[in-house]
């Protein structure tokens, strides 16, 4: 089976902490290499996800928070990176992220591939960096060339792995890692996989994010309505055959974002492992 990673949200009430131990612990059959944490715009969650990666940690998992440059100065950076080293934190996903409404400037930091270059300034190779990869292309890109340049000047700036925006694709995973590799990028670029649980929720967030949902997985959805045993059993299925034409293409990893929920993914890798 390929390596699996997870990735949770900091819960914001004590009853949501417990029930997200709960739910890691039915994840940890899975055996994760790591798990990582996410925060809110503008990093505005950043305790709570500390908090999170600490528990994960002492729970004997590998764990890596999210960190966002925008709206940041290096100062409060520093700060940031002192707190995860004392924390005992050796991998961090740094990403650009996005301005909190309501802020006018940007900071001292425009893109990822800035904050990647200040994280290996300020403390070497002591972290594994993960970086955000987007095989349909940014919403905010340019182009599509410019999207494959700027992820080649996070590999640059000392970037090690990519995690990919969700899809439900695979030929666009593998043409983006295809046109990576003529760009002289090859660090692993590990597939997002997002289980689908609820049409709605997914049909919010691809709208948001820019991730495309086929028409005809859209429709079928559309056409249970209500029936949501229909919209789990048919997510599984499609979620299933995706990750394996990922596993059966290469892809170095899987890296599920669970919605700090436990069930779609093992029911997506239980259906994977059996078949």
């Given at each position: ?6 990735e949770f949200?900091?819960?914001k009430?004590?009853?949501g ?12 059959a ?5 798990c ?7 990093g505005s969650t950043?305790d709570?996800t500390?908090q999170?990666?600490?528990?994960i940690?002492?729970e004997g ?6 960190l966002?440059?925008i709206?940041q ?9 002192a707190?995860?080293r004392?924390?005992?934190?050796t991998?961090?996903?740094a990403?650009?992220?996005?301005l ?11 893109y990822?591939s800035?904050l990647?270059a200040?994280?290996r300034?300020e ?11 987007y095989?349909?292309t ?5 182009s599509?060339?410019?999207?494959l ?8 700036a000392?970037?090690?792995?990519g995690i990919?925006q ?5 030929d666009a995973?593998?043409r983006?890692?295809d046109d990576?590799?003529?760009l002289?990028?090859d660090?692993p670029i590990?597939p997002?996989i ?8 997914l049909m919010?967030?691809s ?15 559309q056409?249970?309505?209500?029936d949501t045993a229909?919209i789990?059993?048919?997510?599984v299925d ?5 990750c394996?034409q990922?596993?059966?293409g290469g892809?170095?990893g ?14 997506v890798?239980?259906r994977v492992?059996?078949?």
């Amino acid at each position: 089976m390929l390596p699996i990673s997870l990735e949770f949200f900091p819960p914001k009430t004590p009853e949501g902490a417990d029930k997200l131990r709960a739910v890691r612990q039915q994840l940890y059959a899975l055996k994760p290499e790591f798990c990582s944490v996410t925060f809110g715009a503008g990093g505005s969650t950043q305790d709570g996800t500390l908090q999170t990666v600490s528990a994960i940690m002492a729970e004997g998992v590998p764990a890596a928070p999210h960190l966002s440059c925008i709206g940041q100065t290096r100062e409060s950076l520093r700060e940031r990176l002192a707190a995860y080293r004392a924390a005992g934190v050796t991998r961090i996903v740094a990403l650009r992220g996005d301005l909190p409404s309501g802020y006018g400037a940007a900071g001292e930091f425009r893109y990822a591939s800035d904050l990647v270059a200040f994280i290996r300034a300020e403390t070497g190779d002591h972290f594994h960096l993960e970086v955000a990869a987007y095989p349909e292309t940014h919403p905010q890109a340019r182009s599509p060339q410019s999207d494959l340049e700027a992820f080649a000047a996070k590999v640059k700036a000392g970037a090690n792995t990519g995690i990919t925006q969700y899809f439900f694709n695979s030929d666009a995973y593998f043409r983006y890692v295809d046109d990576l590799y003529k760009l002289g990028v090859d660090v692993p670029i590990v597939p997002g996989i997002m289980p689908i649980s609820s049409s709605t929720q997914l049909m919010r967030f691809s709208d948001a994010c820019g991730a495309e949902i086929p028409r005809w997985i859209r429709l079928r959805l559309q056409s249970f309505g209500d029936d949501t045993a229909s919209i789990k059993a048919f997510g599984v299925d499609v979620v299933a055959d995706l990750c394996e034409q990922l596993a059966n293409g290469g892809a170095p990893g899987l890296h599920f974002y669970t919605m700090n929920q436990a069930q779609a993914t093992l029911a997506v890798l239980g259906r994977v492992n059996a078949r």
